[in-house]
């Protein structure tokens, strides 16, 4: 249940208004855009950082970035993060049952790459910090930036995921019916 509820249309100031807009132009019309808009100057800022972990200067690749979400958000119990990017993942092919995988902890149908970043997601986000081992061999596949950006992006997610839950923030209209969602009842 919400406890910060979207904003609608009507509730916005101009500068939120504004704000909104810019979600809209990209199709983004996501509950989580309008329940960060009741702290607009918050939401600015972050939105900027968010810019780069989903950009092309992120050095993981959108598989394995959106692996290392996917997983923060199932780590998080976060249903809204998790079907969330359940979409963008199927748009770079992942299958249901690799999203079942990555949900539950099951390193098998993955490849060696994905098996390492998932390995490297469950350490930070129950440890807070990746094993020494686990990032000497990331560093070795990857390079530093790849390893230090698989930080940032779980440290970004798990931030977005503590907000969603804090704020009850419930799943999209065009995700509620996702075959995952029973995996968060």
């Known amino acids: 249940m919400a406890v910060l509820k979207p904003l ?4 916005m ?3 939120q208004r504004r704000m909104m807009d810019a979600m ?6 996501y509950n989580v855009f309008r329940t960060m ?4 100057a918050a939401m600015e800022a ?4 968010g810019s780069y972990i989903l950009s092309d ?6 598989a394995l970035r959106e692996l290392a979400i996917l997983r923060t958000g199932a780590l998080r119990r976060c ?5 969330r990017h359940a979409v963008i993942a199927r748009q770079h092919g992942f299958t249901d049952e690799v999203l079942h995988a990555i949900a539950v902890g099951d390193r098998t149908p993955l490849t060696d790459e994905m098996a390492m970043v998932m390995k490297a997601v469950d350490e930070l986000v129950v440890e807070g910090r990746i094993a020494p081992d686990t990032f000497e061999r990331i560093r070795s596949t990857f390079g530093d930036h790849t390893a230090i950006d698989i930080v940032w992006t779980v440290g970004q997610y798990s931030q977005v995921c503590m907000f969603l839950l804090t ?3 419930e799943p999209d209209p065009d995700v509620a019916d996702d075959p995952l969602r029973p995996l968060f009842a």
């Open 8 to 11: 609608g249309d009507a509730e």
């Open 13 to 15: 100031d101009e500068r």
């Open 24 to 29: 809209l132009v990209r199709g983004r019309d």
């Open 37 to 40: 808009l009741h702290h607009p």
């Open 46 to 49: 972050f939105l900027g950082w």
């Open 57 to 62: 200067q992120n050095t993981l690749s959108v």
């Open 79 to 83: 249903e809204y993060e998790f079907l």
């Open 167 to 169: 704020a009850g923030v």
